[in-house]
């Protein structure tokens, strides 16, 4: 089990009420790796109040976003949550 | 084939296009084109005070890098650039400014309406509309029909 850091920003950072949250991880084997998925599972279960957002939402590791099934490295590594955008 | 000048910004005040005119030039080309996104005061039944931006900044600047690099590979472009404002932007004022040159203008032309629709897409930056009652609503891509810019 690893704790691992998310990064917060817009609607999801108001419903949680701060910039980051710190989730435990379970990793793939000795990879220190998990899916993506997993991060957006947990996130639900453990802030409920995100449950409806996170369907609309993009996991980013290291300031690239991340498809569902991607392995992303729990070490050394950035995540944010990315609500839908709405730059311009 | 040109090699690209690309500048991307994020900026906390007003916009100021015209310091980004030498950015663009270049003896080769016959078009700049410009795009401003700016504040709308009055959409359907809302009036809109400002908009309020926020950002992941290192990702909106490593994601706009991309798009204006995928921008001049894929329009031939001779430079681009791409500034966004965070913070809030009052009515009139402008949230992005796109700028480009190519040696013709087709090229311009299409490459402006690309890189917004992928900025929009994909440039992790959030607006909240400030209405004239004080109210401050997060705008969604779904709503865009409705939010106050551009």
């Given at each position: 089990?690893?704790?691992?850091?998310?990064?917060?920003?817009?609607?999801?950072?108001?419903?949680?009420?701060?910039?980051?949250?710190?989730?435990?991880?379970t990793a793939e084997?000795?990879?220190q790796?998990?899916?993506?998925?997993?991060?957006?599972?947990?996130?639900?279960?453990?802030?409920?109040?995100?449950?409806?957002?996170?369907?609309?939402?993009?996991?980013?590791?290291?300031?690239?976003?991340?498809?569902?099934?991607?392995?992303?490295?729990l070490?050394?590594?950035?995540?944010?949550?990315?609500?839908?955008?709405?730059?311009? | 084939?040109?090699?690209?000048?690309?500048?991307?910004?994020?900026?906390?005040?007003?916009?100021?296009?015209?310091?980004?005119?030498?950015?663009?030039?270049?003896?080769?080309?016959?078009?700049?084109?410009?795009?401003?996104?700016?504040?709308?005061?009055?959409?359907?039944?809302?009036?809109?005070?400002?908009?309020?931006?926020?950002?992941?900044?290192?990702?909106?600047?490593?994601?706009?890098?991309?798009?204006?690099?995928?921008?001049?590979?894929?329009?031939?472009?001779?430079?681009?650039?791409?500034?966004?404002?965070?913070?809030?932007?009052?009515?009139?004022?402008?949230?992005?400014?796109?700028?480009?040159?190519?040696?013709?203008?087709?090229?311009?032309?299409?490459?402006?309406?690309?890189?917004?629709?992928?900025?929009?897409?994909?440039?992790?930056?959030?607006?909240?509309?400030?209405?004239?009652?004080?109210?401050?609503?997060?705008?969604?891509?779904?709503?865009?029909?409705?939010?106050?810019?551009?």
């Amino acid at each position: 089990m690893l704790k691992k850091n998310v990064l917060l920003f817009a609607s999801a950072k108001e419903r949680v009420g701060s910039t980051e949250v710190s989730l435990e991880l379970t990793a793939e084997g000795e990879t220190q790796t998990v899916t993506a998925g997993y991060v957006m599972e947990r996130l639900g279960m453990e802030y409920p109040c995100l449950l409806d957002l996170l369907p609309s939402c993009r996991l980013a590791v290291n300031c690239e976003y991340v498809s569902e099934a991607s392995l992303v490295p729990l070490v050394d590594s950035e995540f944010a949550l990315i609500p839908p955008v709405s730059g311009g | 084939m040109f090699e690209p000048k690309i500048t991307v910004e994020l900026v906390d005040l007003e916009i100021n296009r015209e310091i980004y005119e030498r950015e663009i030039a270049h003896d080769d080309v016959g078009a700049h084109a410009w795009f401003l996104g700016v504040t709308r005061r009055v959409t359907g039944d809302q009036v809109t005070k400002a908009l309020h931006y926020e950002a992941h900044r290192e990702m909106a600047i490593q994601q706009m890098l991309k798009i204006a690099e995928e921008a001049a590979r894929k329009f031939s472009l001779a430079a681009v650039v791409l500034v966004h404002r965070l913070g809030t932007v009052p009515v009139g004022e402008a949230s992005v400014l796109v700028g480009c040159s190519s040696a013709h203008r087709p090229e311009s032309f299409s490459a402006l309406p690309w890189i917004m629709e992928v900025l929009k897409r994909d440039v992790p930056v959030w607006k909240q509309d400030l209405d004239v009652n004080g109210a401050a609503n997060w705008i969604h891509p779904a709503e865009s029909n409705h939010a106050a810019e551009s």
